[in-house]
């Protein structure tokens, strides 16, 4: 077995693939109407988007009774500040809720969490 992909739901899974295309300098490799695919350079496992009408995001933090994060995005750098900007100026926003001080939370345009993090 071979894990090949990580897939979001959007409602718009174009708009979300070029936000992660210009967050990661992946490239789009099938692009559907209801599917799209990204991949690193050297083909390893990438990111899909699959059209979901009704997504709901989730709440973060979750709340009880909310919908439920079901999975979220690690992203390591290596200057939060920066990867932040870059993060912000592709149509992220920040969350008001951050949990740790080498890691912050963004939502993508979908309202999905993702982590940018450092190790210094």
């Not at 350079?41 to 709440?59: I, T």
């Not at 290596?78 to 951050?98: C, H, R």
Request: with cysteine; glycine share 8%.
């Amino acid at each position: 077995m071979k894990l090949t992909s990580t897939v979001l739901g959007a409602r718009d899974p174009r708009a979300l693939a070029d936000f992660y295309a210009t967050l990661l300098g992946w490239s789009i490799k099938t692009d559907e109407p209801d599917w799209v695919t990204l991949r690193p350079a050297d083909d390893g496992p990438g990111l899909s988007f699959q059209l979901e009408p009704d997504h709901v995001p989730p709440e973060w933090p979750q709340a009880k009774g909310a919908q439920q994060m079901q999975l979220h995005l690690d992203i390591e750098v290596d200057d939060l500040d920066a990867a932040g900007a870059v993060a912000i100026a592709a149509g992220a926003g920040l969350s008001a809720f951050q949990p740790q001080e080498k890691v912050r939370v963004y939502f993508d345009p979908a309202g999905h969490p993702f982590c940018l993090w450092t190790r210094e």
